[in-house]
């Protein structure tokens, strides 16, 4: 069991999303950086989707058994007993010792832990979905005095568990790939080579559910209004005001804004890993070709 | 404009829109909701989610386990072979309201709206059999069409920050129920105390895509 001594902020427990759903309404949710996520699973022996801890802010738990853990996602430290210890690296946690996590400047952290966060599954997964107040830790972000449960072992010695690494790079290019579309016809010519050649800042409204971009505006060539449909994940929105919105893990369903052009599923994750503040760029994938 | 064949739009490189048209149409709706059937009952293991909406199907798949162009290959094919299953049939549900008053706060608006009287905007606003043209916004939340047009007001010029759950609202042509207490900005005229969305449940929404609604008042005012 983990024991939360200082829960942070919408701190809440994500595993690999909640598919299948959406055309009843439900978001995908899950965790903002998926390949984080499965990192820190793989690292402490678990299947690589299991439920973890989504971690923004400053955070304290106890280990109340013997754990194994790994910490990783945005740059942070972490201290166990009072050690500070490396991310992306899995680690014993003796029963009753002190486990500090605080980001270095933002972004989204994953806490992985040998056996998953054991909550109950609500529609096939343990992901929280604060706004409809359901999945994880009855459908709320982490408080003070929360008992986590923790599935049981599959491995013999933690202690020798621990150790192992994952080694990580940071992407040779920073910039953030797109398709065009799936509305790509619904602006002006020049409004893709903006959206890959202007810098754009992550704006203070930025959450699990979308990012607000600011930079150069995106016209679009025809008025009206497109017949709502269904948006995936990443899909860049351009709302009246030509300033783009990013859907993210807990985005909406359906939306009734035309979309310019859409991240690329593996890239989702470096754009969540911005903060508000922070500029990207945009550039195109390998174009796909539609029919 | 109706697409013969529907078009295979790219959403990024784990998505593709099949568009069947780009209006607002029963016939094209049904086929949406009858596709998205013919789909799910093929249970293609790299099939994320299926979306349907009014004239539109998102496909979500997973980019690791299918190649995009395989995906548009397989979803060509088959949109091209005949149905599989029987044509697609709505069921009937009728839902107690309560319109008017502390529950329903834009009613008398509707009938300033309208000129109406409050009894009429509500026998008006029951008299239709509504069809489920998608499920989106929030989870169990159906788009409900179509409104008659005396009382398809516009929506609030500012949204309310808070809508209490089962509210039944009119927003333009559409009405609808808030399955959860949420911001909006919809004409409010009654609510409900079913629920239209409960995780516990199987299946958890109450309203499915392609289903008919009435609303059956539930006192007299």
């Given at each position: 069991m983990l024991y939360v001594i200082e829960p942070g902020i919408l701190t809440t427990i994500q595993d690999g999303g909640r598919w299948g759903y959406q055309a009843l309404g439900v978001p995908v949710s899950g965790a903002m950086d998926g390949f984080a996520l499965r990192a820190a699973n793989t690292l402490v022996g678990n299947a690589p989707n299991a439920a973890g801890i989504e971690i923004h802010s400053p955070m304290v738990l106890r280990a109340e058994r013997a754990h194994l853990l790994a910490l990783t996602g945005a740059a942070a430290t972490w201290e166990i007993g009072g050690h500070a210890l490396p991310m992306w690296m899995s680690v014993f946690a003796r029963p009753g010792t002190r486990i500090a996590i605080a980001p270095k400047r933002g972004g989204w952290i994953y806490l992985a832990v040998h056996?998953?966060?054991e909550v109950p599954r609500v529609l096939g997964s343990r992901s929280t979905f604060l706004r409809g107040k359901f999945g994880g830790l009855a459908g709320r972000a982490l408080a003070a005095e929360d008992e986590l449960e923790i599935g049981s072992a599959h491995l013999n010695d933690l202690v020798a568990a621990a150790g192992q690494r994952l080694e990580t790079r940071p992407p040779q290019d920073s910039k953030i790939r797109v398709t065009p579309?799936?509305?790509?016809?619904?602006?002006?010519?020049a409004a893709l080579a903006t959206l890959t050649r202007a810098e754009y800042r992550v704006t203070e409204n930025a959450d699990r559910m979308g990012y607000r971009l600011r930079g150069a505006p995106l016209p679009r060539a025809r008025t009206g209004e497109l017949i709502s449909c269904g948006v995936p994940l990443g899909a860049i929105q351009i709302p009246a005001d030509g300033q783009p919105i990013v859907l993210m893990a807990d985005h909406q369903t359906t939306g009734g804004y035309p979309i310019l052009a859409t991240v690329i599923a593996s890239d989702v994750r470096h754009l969540a890993q911005h903060s508000p503040g922070e500029y990207v760029r945009f550039a195109l994938a390998d174009t796909i070709q539609a029919d | 404009m109706i697409y013969a064949p529907p078009r295979l739009v790219?959403?990024?490189?784990a998505a593709i829109l099949i568009e069947f048209a780009d209006e607002i149409d029963d016939a094209i709706n049904d086929r949406v909701h009858a596709c998205a059937q013919t789909l799910r009952a093929q249970?293609?293991?790299?099939?994320?989610d299926l979306i349907p909406a009014y004239a539109s199907l998102l496909v979500c798949f997973d980019p690791e386990q299918i190649a995009f162009a395989k995906m548009r290959v397989w979803l060509r094919q088959a949109l091209d072979?005949?149905?599989?299953?029987?044509?697609f049939a709505p069921r009937r549900i009728e839902i107690p309201t309560r319109y008017g008053g502390a529950e329903g706060p834009d009613l008398a608006f509707l009938a300033e709206f309208s000129g109406l009287t409050e009894r009429q905007v509500v026998e008006l606003h029951a008299s239709v059999e509504y069809r489920v043209y998608l499920i989106g916004f929030a989870p169990g939340f159906a788009y409900l069409g179509s409104v008659p047009d005396a009382i398809a007001a516009p929506r609030l010029a500012t949204p309310r920050t808070r809508v209490p759950v089962g509210s039944v609202g009119i927003a333009g042509k559409q009405t609808g129920i808030y399955p959860l207490e949420s911001p909006g900005g919809w004409r409010i005229i009654g609510r409900t105390?079913?629920?239209?969305?409960?995780?516990?449940?199987?299946?958890?929404?109450l309203l499915q895509p392609g289903d008919r609604v009435r609303f059956a008042p539930l006192s007299a005012l």
């Open positions: 056996g998953g966060i579309g799936p509305h790509a016809d619904w602006f002006a010519p | 790219p959403a990024g490189d249970n293609h293991p790299a099939v994320r072979a005949p149905p599989t299953r029987a044509p105390t079913w629920h239209l969305f409960d995780p516990a449940c199987e299946p958890p929404a």
